[in-house]
């Protein structure tokens, strides 16, 4: 007799959605929200599958848009570097896409005091 285990994958539904306030600082924001989703960015079912979803908050800090574009080259940077192929274990591989990312966006970003958290 063959007894068998059938593994039966559920279906995680999930609705997102994110809110950031200018504040009484500033009058711009300089924070950057990403939320991935396949039909937003096709990325292969596996990458999806063995990374998992990207979902980042980026506060930007330094004001005169400074902060607002390191943000946003930290997340694009994150992104682009989250899904590719990866070797290492996931925390490994997080550490690694997090020093890329803020390299690359430390290279592009010209404007004195401008950083990101």
């Known amino acids: 007799m063959t007894c068998g285990r059938f593994l039966h994958m559920a279906t995680l539904k999930y609705d997102i959605w994110?809110?950031?306030d200018v504040g009484k600082a500033r009058?711009?924001?300089e924070d950057t929200l990403y939320f991935n989703h396949p039909t937003d960015n096709p990325v292969a079912a596996h990458l999806l599958q063995d990374n998992g979803q990207f979902l980042a908050i980026a506060d930007g800090v330094g004001g005169m848009m400074g902060g607002e574009r390191a943000s946003r080259l930290?997340?694009?940077?994150l992104a682009r570097y989250f899904y590719q192929p990866r070797t290492i274990p996931m925390a490994a591989y997080l550490l690694e896409t997090i020093a890329k990312a803020n390299i690359t966006a430390h290279a592009e970003v010209e404007i004195a005091g401008a950083s990101t958290t």
């Open 18 to 20: 994110g809110f950031s």
């Open 74 to 77: 930290l997340i694009d940077n």
């Open 27 to 29: 009058d711009h924001n």
